[in-house]
């Protein structure tokens, strides 16, 4: 995958202009035309336009990736790019964001967009009693400024050097101020497709609209119909007979009728979703440093990668970072199963073998039990006997994630490394899942700090290649794999020769970015 | 006098059901609040999520005034809806419960109806050539043949179907989502797969009744009679033993009417048929009680009604039950 350096567009803001025209050359054979339909799981009968409950592909796929439209949006090379603001700009400190708005842009009822639409949009998340997701990057804004008609400047609490990226965040979509109730309730974006029926949990047909800033960059159907198929083997089976023209989620113990049938291909990323153990590193045995590090080569990644995800993805080192971030630390020496080494760990820490709970539930992923399975009968040969204690998959994110001492989890990963690690690793964060302390990790906590502000690119790269190493080396997670996105697209549909690896299927953007042969 | 005495019957009976299911949901581990924020539950949110919608009141004080709405023809509002309406921070314009169920409830009686309409006639039909040609060939392989469908799992029945319909022989869509807006030749065609399955997985008990039910009667002296006064076989099934077997026939057909409303789940989620068994088990995954409420409500009653019915219809077909002396 090319890279084109982010950092310099970031600061300088020209990303729209320069990279629009960088992806032009793979669309010139894209035309308008055709009905896109597509089968997603991750849909709820309990789905709305609010961007604030989406956590799930269909509504990602339905409001960022077609109705609505962010601030910012990552390209499918990763890079960076204006959606509905053009370029953007930061003070020395990285504290002072200035964002110029697309002008003459018009929400789908006519309203013409401009800065108070953003303003609205963001205060959303923080109002009184929001239970919004994106609350916590919201929140470190301390004040919002209408600077003009399309100039919104905000000024963070500390230096972000990331925030432009924090803005395309799918939960932070822009709707029409005043009328978000209406906006919500009907689904009134800037997007390129206009909602036109949205059953929750069942289906959303929008069609395009005939004027769009993004003419000739993207959007090229004329309608989409996003049609909820939760179940693994009712999706293939829509794909097989010809009922939609892609599916996400694959089931891989089936893929070979896929491949066998002639009409369709196989579309795999490789990404940043990644399976993890997290262990609870203010509970003993876990507190000791060489326990973990025990624990980290008793397990044999490949045979993980192997069985559970039939070769459908990569061995992991346990940072959570990945190829669709910025600063993956590729090179960094692989851990291996090595049952003397975790042996001389265990005696380094004082014991000669020892017994743990594994709590584990297939809630975390399609497999977890098993892969359970597996890291007891590969630990047992370092003198670790894992007890596997089935927890029910009903609550397990309430009463086992974050509260079990030793467990089994995922991430979808993040865009920035600086997202990642304040998300699930920071010191006192909600999710810090493995209560990762000041005490136990002082260098990596100051390194966060210190790189979130930093603007110099080379600088950046350094301390996030060295945090990566830390959390390899010392931290409280084991992360044997990191899973491919595997989907199916007919040969009808055309897609891009870069595809995004941040979220699944093109990164939820499949509306615009591919189009009819 | 019988139906109004049935009727209260139902009301308590839906009422205990009411209790049994509140007090079911409650039990499960987790709550609405948990559920609809899964991994991203932060303490803050969940506590905020209760208290706007009123979960952290007793279980018992929520049962109440549950009741007491839905005895006014309340449902009240589901518990993603009210979040989202506290999220809103206001807006009248919110789903209820009702109007969540009514267009899903009608897809599950529109499957009902259709698979009805296919598999009544052609198990009542069944059973009576097979109570014709019983010990014959043709008996057997119905027997067996219906017998080893009903014992199959529906999603099995689903898969072989759509593998023989759908896939080797693109005659019909494996994919049922209906939605509004359909013509009903659209609509048919999409339905009539699952209709299908589920014709293969109630027609075994049906049959089963139709033929045991006249072959018990073949015995009576009238049918002798019958016989004796030259009669042809198919004459004497027809006119004299199956009036006389429609009650228990009846009977087994309102049950598994009954079935066809309530236990379709599995096949709702193998053709994505956008039922009301979908929305009744994302609704026990989110804890959402006002619409598990409602939708066990509208099973029960649908129980209640159809053997209702059936009570009724057999009275109906029996005079010495309808003129009773």
Known sequence: MTRISRRGLLTTGAAA???????????????????????????????SWDSRTHSDLFMIASAQGAVFDSLTEVAADGSLRGELATDWDASADAKTWTFNLRKGVTFHNGKAFGADDVIASLKMHTEEGSKSAAQPIVET???????????????LENGNADFPYLMSDYHLLIYPAGQIDEAIQKGIGTGLYRAQSFEPGVRMVATRVDDHYKDGNAGWFDEIEYIAINDNTARMNAMLTGQVDAINRIDLKTEQLLRANPQLRIQEVSCNQHYTFPMLTNVAPFDDVNVRRALKHAVNRQEMVDKILL????????SPIGPANQFFFENMEQTTYDPDKARFYLKEAGHDSLDID???????????????????ASAKAAGININIIQEPADGYWSNVWLKKPFCISYWSGRATEDWMFSNAYEAGAPWNATQWDRDDSERFQDLLLEARAELDTDRRREMYYEMQQILNDDGGVVIPMFANYVEAISNKVATPGVIGNLWQMDNARMAERWWMN | ???????????????????????????????????????????????????????????????????????????????????????????????????????????????????????????????????????????KAANVSTLSSISSPEFFLAYILILFLAV????????????????????????????????????????????????????????????????????????????????????????????????????????VYPGIGQLFVDSVKNRDIPVV???????????????????????????RLRHPK
């Not at chain 1, 990279?19 to 789905?47: C, E, I, K, T, Y």
């Open chain 1, 17 to 47: 202009g320069v990279l629009a025209a960088s992806g032009l050359p793979l669309r010139a054979q894209a035309s308008r035309g055709g009905r896109l339909r597509v089968g997603l799981n991750g849909a709820n009968s309990s789905d």
């Open chain 1, 141 to 155: 804004i301390v004040e919002m400024k209408k600077t003009g008609e399309h100039q919104v400047q905000m000024v």
């Open chain 1, 311 to 318: 070769g459908h993805g990569r061995v992991g080192n346990d």
């Open chain 1, 358 to 376: 594994l709590s584990a539930s297939n809630a975390a992923f399609e497999g977890a039990v098993d892969a359970a399975q597996l890291y007891q």
């Open chain 2, 1 to 139: 006098m019988i139906i109004a005495q049935r009727l209260a019957l139902g009301v308590l009976t839906l009422i205990v059901v009411s209790m049994v299911i509140f007090g079911a949901v409650s039990m499960l581990p987790g709550d609405f609040a948990e559920a609809i924020l899964g991994q991203g539950a932060t303490p803050q949110a969940v506590a905020a999520i209760r208290r706007d919608l009123g979960l952290d009141e007793p279980a018992i004080l929520r049962y109440f005034s549950w009741l007491g709405d839905t005895l006014r023809g309340d449902l009240g509002v589901s518990y993603a809806q009210m979040n989202f309406q506290s999220n809103m921070g206001g807006g009248d314009n919110l789903r209820t419960v009702a109007s969540q169920i009514a267009p899903r409830f009608a897809n599950t009686m529109f499957l009902a109806g259709v698979t009805a309409c296919i598999a009544v006639p052609f198990a009542v039909g069944l059973g009576i050539l097979a109570a014709l040609f019983r010990n014959s060939a043709f008996d």
């Open chain 2, 168 to 271: 080797l022989n693109p005659v019909l869509p494996s994919l049922s989502n209906i939605y509004e807006g359909m013509t009903l030749s659209e609509r048919l065609e999409k339905t009539l797969l699952p209709a299908l399955t589920l014709t293969l997985v109630v027609t075994a008990h049906m049959m089963r009744m139709t033929r045991a039910a006249i072959i018990n009667l073949l015995a009576s002296p009238y049918i002798e009679m019958a016989r004796l006064k030259g009669v042809s076989p198919m004459r004497v099934i027809v006119r004299h033993a199956l009036p006389n077997a429609l009650a228990p026939i009846i009977n087994v057909v309102a049950l598994n009417l009954a079935y066809l409303i309530t236990g379709v789940v599995v096949v709702e989620v193998v053709f």
């Open chain 2, 293 to 319: 409420q409602a939708c066990c409500l509208i099973f029960a009653a649908a129980y209640i009604l159809l053997n209702l019915t059936a009570d009724i219809l057999s009275i109906l077909s029996n005079p």
